[in-house]
């Protein structure tokens, strides 16, 4: 389970994230919405303390790591329970496609060369990839970029994956292929929180949607709850604006 | 002015000046190993915002680009031993040599400080965030993700800066070493033959560099097979750069 408490975070005088409190169950898959601005990428940035959250505690199963005590090694143990897909990939550039996924399994989790490949090579030919192993990054597409960057992170078999708008930096023609791999994924008991912009997706792969306005969860519940009953007027707007672009864009 | 020129004196000198190659290039080699242990002292304040020691980086860097090498070797040569004498050190047993390239590793840090910094600072945000994302420790992220790209994309520079070393180790005849030009010096006093001399020397630095410079374009060739396209764009601009921006562009500031 991954609780977080309390989190807060300021960037200069503006607070980001004001207290967000929020329960993921293990094997659940959760969506993050909410219009941009809204503090979602901070919070996936700080479960992994990519950003130190200025208040609040994450918990990941018996990890507890409160930012008044987060000493370095607590921050690394949290690092190597999670991992992250990028907005935009953040592949290793000098690197191929296998070495991008063996990395962690040799550097991180000292796995021995032919083991670490092995793995690689499993979760590379799970997100359809099994041919490119030796490609570097900038040999691939966006779609192919980023379903190493799901590799990478499926890999370490980590307690969650995060993903933080895996398909918005792709072309139009290039989000199913991405979209198609995280679905498969969820249907594997990850857990994994996706912060998106595709609400057909979301309602369709989470267990739980969050929406998420002005720093703070505005509405939760499971998908056909939100979507079909948001309780809130500003899901509710959101809902209708996102779903008319949606429609505006087909 | 010197004898009349011949023809024939140009090829005797050229195996005659070969012989102290050596000494050329043993002061380029280790004037830029030097330069690269300094160079990344010297960088890592300044990259991680170091107080006090940040600023004594900057004015070391300003100091020795911001001066001709040549004085530099005076200052280094005459004015250190006083300095050790100073603190009752006997530095009058020390070759010249050691001199020479401790000036020109110092020199030559200076700019290496500056290209390890710029390509540092080139490398994208987000590869260190992935690296730290998987659980890396920062030194980790440093010398496995950050590291090979800086090299490999700063690589023209360097190579701007060993040439520009190789010719700049002309200037230590002026403490007496006995390197190339050093030798061109009495091969032209003991034969008035100055024209087909300077000639002669030319011709070897001339060769020396193009290898170099081929040496270097295969080397980035090799760093940048990640993106090949990059390797080719850099390695022109540096041909242009080369041929009609010798001596301006040194190192330092790239982007
Ligand atoms: N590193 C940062 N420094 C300053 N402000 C930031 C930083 N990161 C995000 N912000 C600000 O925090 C707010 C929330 O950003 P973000 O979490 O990226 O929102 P979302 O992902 O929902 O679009 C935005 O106003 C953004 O400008
Ligand atoms: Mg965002």
Same mark, same amino acid.
């Given at each position: 389970?991954?609780?977080?408490?309390?989190?807060?975070?300021?960037?200069?005088?503006?607070?980001?994230?004001?207290?967000?409190?929020?329960?993921?169950?293990?094997?659940?898959?959760?969506?993050?919405?909410?219009?941009?601005?809204?503090?979602?990428?901070?919070?996936?940035?700080?479960?992994?303390?990519?950003?130190?959250?200025?208040?609040?505690?994450?918990?990941?199963?018996?990890?507890?790591?409160?930012?008044?005590?987060?000493?370095?090694?607590?921050?690394?143990?949290?690092?190597?329970?999670?991992?992250?897909?990028?907005?935009?990939?953040?592949?290793?550039?000098?690197?191929?496609?296998?070495?991008?996924?063996?990395?962690?399994?040799?550097?991180?989790?000292?796995?021995?060369?032919?083991?670490?490949?092995?793995?690689?090579?499993?979760?590379?030919?799970?997100?359809?990839?099994?041919?490119?192993?030796?490609?570097?990054?900038?040999?691939?597409?966006?779609?192919?970029?980023?379903?190493?960057?799901?590799?990478?992170?499926?890999?370490?078999?980590?307690?969650?994956?995060?993903?933080?708008?895996?398909?918005?930096?792709?072309?139009?023609?290039?989000?199913?292929?991405?979209?198609?791999?995280?679905?498969?994924?969820?249907?594997?008991?990850?857990?994994?929180?996706?912060?998106?912009?595709?609400?057909?997706?979301?309602?369709?792969?989470?267990?739980?949607?969050?929406?998420?306005?002005?720093?703070?969860?505005?509405?939760?519940?499971?998908?056909?709850?939100?979507?079909?009953?948001?309780?809130?007027?500003?899901?509710?707007?959101?809902?209708?604006?996102? @779903?008319?672009?949606?429609?505006?864009?087909? | 002015?010197?004898?009349?020129?011949?023809?024939?004196? @140009?090829?005797?000198?050229?195996?005659?000046?070969?012989?102290?190659?050596?000494?050329?290039?043993?002061?380029?080699?280790?004037?830029?190993?030097?330069?690269? @242990?300094?160079?990344?002292?010297?960088?890592?304040?300044?990259?991680?915002?170091?107080?006090?020691?940040?600023?004594?980086?900057?004015?070391?860097?300003?100091?020795?680009?911001?001066?001709?090498?040549?004085?530099?070797?005076?200052?280094?040569?005459?004015?250190?031993?006083?300095?050790?004498?100073?603190?009752?050190?006997?530095?009058?047993?020390?070759?010249?040599?050691?001199?020479?390239?401790?000036?020109?590793?110092?020199?030559?840090?200076?700019?290496?400080?500056?290209?390890?910094?710029?390509?540092?600072?080139?490398?994208?945000?987000?590869?260190?965030?992935?690296?730290?994302?998987?659980?890396?420790?920062?030194?980790?992220?440093?010398?496995?993700?950050?590291?090979?790209?800086?090299?490999?994309?700063?690589?023209?520079?360097?190579?701007?800066?060993?040439?520009?070393?190789?010719?700049?180790?002309?200037?230590?005849?002026?403490?007496?070493?006995?390197?190339?030009?050093?030798?061109?010096?009495?091969?032209?006093?003991?034969?008035?033959?100055?024209?087909?001399?300077?000639?002669?020397?030319?011709?070897?630095?001339?060769?020396?560099?193009?290898?170099?410079?081929?040496?270097?374009?295969?080397?980035?060739?090799?760093?940048?097979?990640?993106?090949?396209?990059?390797?080719?764009?850099?390695?022109?601009?540096?041909?242009?750069?080369?041929?009609?921006?010798?001596?301006?562009?040194?190192?330092?500031?790239?982007?």
């Amino acid at each position: 389970m991954i609780k977080l408490s309390g989190i807060r975070k300021t960037f200069g005088k503006q607070e980001v994230l004001k207290g967000i409190d929020l329960i993921v169950e293990q094997g659940d898959v959760v969506a993050i919405l909410g219009p941009s601005g809204s503090g979602k990428t901070t919070l996936l940035r700080c479960i992994n303390y990519l950003e130190r959250p200025n208040e609040g505690e994450v918990a990941i199963n018996q990890l507890k790591v409160n930012v008044k005590r987060a000493s370095k090694q607590d921050i690394h143990t949290l690092r190597k329970k999670t991992a992250m897909v990028f907005q935009n990939y953040n592949l290793f550039k000098h690197k191929t496609a296998l070495e991008n996924v063996m990395e962690g399994l040799v550097i991180v989790q000292k796995l021995p060369k032919r083991q670490a490949r092995e793995l690689a090579v499993q979760a590379l030919e799970k997100v359809g990839l099994g041919g490119k192993l030796d490609e570097y990054p900038s040999r691939l597409s966006g779609g192919q970029q980023q379903r190493v960057g799901i590799a990478r992170a499926l890999a370490l078999n980590p307690e969650v994956i995060l993903f933080d708008e895996p398909t918005s930096a792709l072309d139009p023609e290039l989000v199913g292929e991405v979209l198609a791999v995280i679905r498969k994924i969820a249907g594997e008991g990850i857990t994994m929180i996706i912060v998106t912009h595709e609400m057909a997706f979301a309602r369709d792969v989470a267990s739980h949607v969050v929406f998420m306005d002005g720093g703070v969860v505005v509405e939760e519940g499971p998908p056909h709850q939100l979507f079909g009953t948001p309780k809130e007027e500003r899901t509710r707007q959101f809902l209708k604006r996102s @779903i008319q672009e949606w429609s505006y864009s087909i | 002015m010197g004898r009349r020129f011949e023809f024939g004196y @140009i090829l005797e000198f050229i195996p005659k000046l070969l012989d102290y190659l050596q000494i050329t290039l043993l002061i380029v080699a280790a004037s830029i190993a030097l330069g690269l @242990i300094v160079g990344l002292i010297v960088a890592l304040p300044r990259m991680y915002h170091i107080p006090v020691l940040k600023r004594i980086s900057a004015v070391y860097v300003s100091f020795f680009r911001g001066t001709p090498v040549l004085i530099q070797l005076f200052l280094i040569y005459y004015g250190l031993p006083e300095l050790l004498k100073g603190l009752s050190i006997d530095a009058s047993k020390v070759p010249v040599l050691a001199f020479v390239i401790l000036t020109y590793g110092l020199h030559s840090g200076a700019f290496i400080s500056e290209a390890i910094r710029a390509a540092v600072g080139a490398v994208d945000r987000g590869q260190v965030e992935a690296a730290y994302a998987i659980g890396m420790s920062g030194f980790e992220a440093f010398t496995r993700i950050v590291l090979p790209q800086a090299a490999a994309v700063s690589l023209p520079v360097f190579a701007n800066l060993v040439i520009a070393n190789l010719k700049d180790t002309s200037l230590a005849f002026t403490l007496g070493v006995m390197e190339m030009t050093g030798k061109s010096q009495t091969l032209g006093m003991t034969t008035q033959h100055f024209i087909e001399v300077y000639i002669a020397l030319s011709l070897i630095y001339f060769v020396v560099s193009m290898i170099l410079e081929r040496l270097f374009l295969l080397a980035e060739r090799r760093m940048l097979k990640y993106q090949p396209e990059l390797a080719g764009h850099t390695s022109k601009k540096r041909l242009l750069q080369g041929l009609f921006l010798p001596q301006f562009k040194k190192g330092g500031e790239q982007a």
